[in-house]
């Protein structure tokens, strides 16, 4: 494995307090204003939803470097989406040297929409963030298109690290996270210092997110790394999943420095070694809390 060097970087943010997204419509109208001003980024169709929604991601620099974060998943977590859209407005005025980072603001945009966690097909609602495959299986793979679109996206891009953004329980969590008591990969350590990066400001604990959080099976963040070796972290921000606006100020505030940290810091490559070689314990399956 090569030495990860991370040369000296400082990231300067003027944030200002603004009222919270109602819905996406209002994603849709800050990202076409920003596109108006900004020649930084250029927004694109990642795929449309089992509901026939367009989800709209925006790239923003055009480093050599692909990045990728994701917010809303779960539709209930609207601070995530809060985040990711406060790092695109400062993105805009100053991209991250080296790096093409594309954004997804809403994956998940009818649960977003109704403040749901879930998304539904098929006259039945799923988790996206349990929808992808794994060594361990999933409840999936792939009811959802939006899913599949992002799935499609990190190979055809070629993603080399992640980040993931979620509420409400503050940490910052690496691989392997299902249902397995063998959760070491090969690159802990670095997983660590990465994790260091992304929460230097934050402070949030951080570790193994089976150990950290709670096992899940078919979550995005096992997958991107099982399948690609694509470096990836999840963030659970603040302490709620109906945050105010104070509360989103924080969960930014806290953050953003982080974030931009961890994806100029990240290594510009994927992971070599990224096979699952320890034994699924689908014991722990009860484990998963599917919080609300």
């Not at 749901?116 to 039945?124: C, I, S, T, V, Y």
């Not at 298109?145 to 940490?171: C, E, G, M, Q």
């Not at 670095?190 to 230097?200: H, P, Q, V």
């Not at 945050?243 to 953050?255: A, F, H, K, Q, Y």
């Amino acid at each position: 494995m090569k030495r990860l060097i991370l040369a000296a970087v400082t990231f300067s943010f003027s944030i200002q307090s603004q009222a919270v997204f109602k819905n996406y419509g209002e994603i849709l109208s800050k990202i076409e204003n920003l596109e108006s001003k900004s020649s930084n980024l250029k927004s694109f169709i990642l795929g449309t939803s089992n509901a026939n929604k367009k989800i709209v991601g925006v790239t923003v620099g055009n480093g050599p470097v692909n990045h990728l974060l994701v917010s809303a998943h779960h539709g209930n977590e609207y601070g995530s989406t809060e985040v990711a859209m406060a790092f695109l407005d400062e993105l805009s005025k100053q991209p991250i040297e080296g790096v093409t980072l594309h954004i997804i603001p809403v994956l998940n945009i009818e649960g977003y929409n109704d403040r749901e966690r879930l998304e539904r097909a098929k006259g039945k609602n799923f988790d996206p963030n349990r929808d992808y495959p794994g060594p361990c299986g999933s409840e999936g793979p792939f009811n959802l298109k939006s899913t599949r679109a992002l799935a499609d996206f990190i190979a055809s891009a070629n993603i080399v690290a992640s980040a993931t953004l979620h509420t409400f329980y503050p940490a910052v969590v690496y691989p392997w996270g299902f249902s397995t008591n063998d959760i070491s990969t090969p690159y802990d350590d670095l997983f660590k210092f990465l994790g260091s990066l992304a929460t230097e400001w934050s402070k949030y604990p951080v570790g193994n997110s089976k150990e950290v959080i709670y096992p899940a099976d078919g979550t995005f963040e096992d997958y991107a790394f099982w399948k690609h070796g694509i470096w990836s972290l999840l963030f659970e921000l603040g302490n709620s999943h109906s945050p105010d606006e104070g509360d989103v100020d924080t969960m930014i505030r806290e953050n953003m420095p982080g974030l931009a940290k961890f994806f100029a810091g990240a290594p510009k490559e994927r992971a070599a070694d990224h096979e699952f070689k320890g034994k699924c314990d689908m014991s722990l399956r009860s484990l998963d809390r599917h919080d609300e």
